[in-house]
């Protein structure tokens, strides 16, 4: 009698011998109640937005690489980034961000900052970096152009004062910030290398302000809300 009770001990500790292991993946920092068939692979996971989106992902032994990701809430196989518009390129930010995705040449997670907050953040042409892309407190950056401050310039336009809330990372001119959603938005900014024209009309029209360093509230400048186009003068 004390067999079969450690015998059915056993059992519930390790499970069935017939359940399958779930197979690895970035996907598992931001999903859950994950569960896997022969051929099925079922989860819940995690949405840029914060929401939570029942997903599954048929045939995933034919998955190579990291085998599954999370896309906006959807199982996917991993493919190479470089063939694949959809897909992210590598870089040390996985390590701290997670829900990455990659749309139309800009790349999106949500990343922790220094104090443990995940953090929404986007890369605009991060296909230029030539070096790692990092976590920096929050933000996806080009590791190598921080650093030495090689290349063009960056600005970085937050929807919130003191560099709070979504933020976008620019490294050339944008005559209309709208289609990103972002006109109208923008309260701080992250200069990284050069002067930059904030103009509250599209193609630089209107009334606009120069930048040369950061700004944590452009209210000082009577600016907060109103950019509208972006653009570097040197």
């Given at each position: 009698?004390?067999?079969?009770f450690?015998?059915?001990?056993i059992?519930?500790a390790?499970?069935p011998?017939?359940?399958e292991?779930?197979?690895?993946?970035?996907?598992q920092r931001?999903?859950?109640d994950?569960?896997?068939?022969?051929?099925?692979l079922?989860?819940?996971?995690?949405?840029?937005?914060?929401?939570w989106?029942d997903?599954?992902l048929d045939?995933?032994?034919?998955?190579?690489g990291?085998?599954?990701i999370?896309?906006?809430?959807?199982?996917?196989?991993q493919?190479?980034?470089r063939?694949?518009?959809?897909?992210f390129p590598?870089?040390s930010y996985q390590r701290?961000?997670r829900?990455?995705h990659v749309e139309?040449?800009?790349?999106?997670?949500?990343?922790q900052?220094?104090?443990g907050?995940?953090?929404?953040?986007?890369?605009?042409?991060?296909?230029?970096c030539r070096?790692?892309?990092?976590?920096?407190?929050?933000m996806?950056?080009c590791?190598?152009?921080?650093?030495?401050?090689h290349?063009?310039?960056r600005?970085?336009?937050?929807?919130n004062?003191?560099?709070?809330g979504?933020?976008?990372?620019?490294?050339?001119?944008?005559p209309n910030?709208?289609?990103d959603?972002?006109?109208?938005t923008?309260?701080?900014?992250v200069v990284?290398?050069?002067?930059?024209?904030l103009?509250?009309?599209?193609n630089?029209?209107g009334?606009?302000?120069?930048?040369?360093?950061?700004?944590?509230?452009?209210w000082?400048f009577g600016?907060?809300?109103?950019?509208?186009s972006?653009?570097?003068?040197r």
């Amino acid at each position: 009698m004390k067999l079969i009770f450690a015998v059915f001990a056993i059992l519930i500790a390790t499970g069935p011998a017939w359940a399958e292991a779930v197979p690895p993946g970035s996907y598992q920092r931001s999903c859950r109640d994950i569960d896997a068939s022969s051929s099925t692979l079922w989860a819940t996971c995690r949405t840029p937005s914060g929401r939570w989106r029942d997903t599954s992902l048929d045939n995933y032994g034919d998955c190579d690489g990291d085998i599954i990701i999370n896309n906006n809430g959807q199982l996917e196989c991993q493919r190479d980034w470089r063939d694949d518009e959809d897909d992210f390129p590598p870089g040390s930010y996985q390590r701290t961000c997670r829900d990455e995705h990659v749309e139309r040449g800009t790349l999106t997670a949500e990343c922790q900052d220094r104090n443990g907050r995940w953090r929404y953040t986007e890369l605009n042409g991060f296909r230029t970096c030539r070096g790692d892309i990092a976590n920096n407190d929050g933000m996806l950056q080009c590791r190598r152009e921080q650093r030495f401050n090689h290349g063009p310039g960056r600005i970085v336009l937050y929807k919130n004062t003191i560099f709070g809330g979504r933020s976008r990372t620019y490294a050339s001119d944008i005559p209309n910030l709208n289609p990103d959603e972002f006109g109208n938005t923008v309260s701080s900014v992250v200069v990284q290398g050069g002067v930059w024209q904030l103009c509250d009309r599209p193609n630089y029209r209107g009334f606009c302000v120069t930048i040369d360093r950061s700004q944590t509230n452009l209210w000082a400048f009577g600016f907060n809300d109103r950019t509208e186009s972006v653009r570097r003068i040197r």
